[in-house]
């Protein structure tokens, strides 16, 4: 997967890509999701944790998102919202991220997130996701 993370003006903040394994076992499935930043040395783990509900519901949780992310089917577009902390000039911030997902074909799909700090849009980011052939 490849990503960038704008500012609310929409400047590119940052550029990245992931490695992304996904896995689904006894009713739980797993993103284990290994982040590289373009222009920087940073890299970043997040491990999520999902779990299917009645009607299209999902909950999920990771090591870096605060409390429970809460997801539902739309159409055929996954809604997630949850809350985390990330970095912005030497300070964590708590907001709150507003994701949608969106297939393109069978191999790939689309990730488009609001983040929000009280109400407001600070930012985005944009993720394509494409399935590695095997």
Not at 67 to 77: F, H, M, P, Q
Not at 83 to 99: E, L, S
Request: aromatic fraction near 14%; hydrophobic fraction near 35%.
């Amino acid at each position: 997967a490849w990503g960038i993370i704008q500012d609310r003006g929409g400047n590119v903040l940052s550029k990245f890509h992931v490695d992304i394994v996904g896995t689904w076992q006894d009713g739980t499935g797993t993103l284990d999701e290994h982040f590289e930043y373009y222009e920087s040395e940073k890299k970043q783990r997040r491990v999520w944790k999902i779990r299917k509900l009645e009607n299209g519901n999902y909950v999920g949780s990771a090591n870096d998102i605060l409390g429970e992310a809460v997801g539902k089917t739309v159409g055929d577009a996954v809604f997630w919202t949850y809350k985390m902390m990330i970095p912005y000039k030497g300070k964590d911030f708590k907001v709150k991220f507003d994701d949608w997902i969106w297939p393109l074909g069978a191999d790939a799909v689309m990730n488009r997130s609001e983040i929000k700090k009280f109400g407001f849009k600070v930012g985005e980011v944009t993720i394509f996701m494409k399935k590695r052939e095997s």
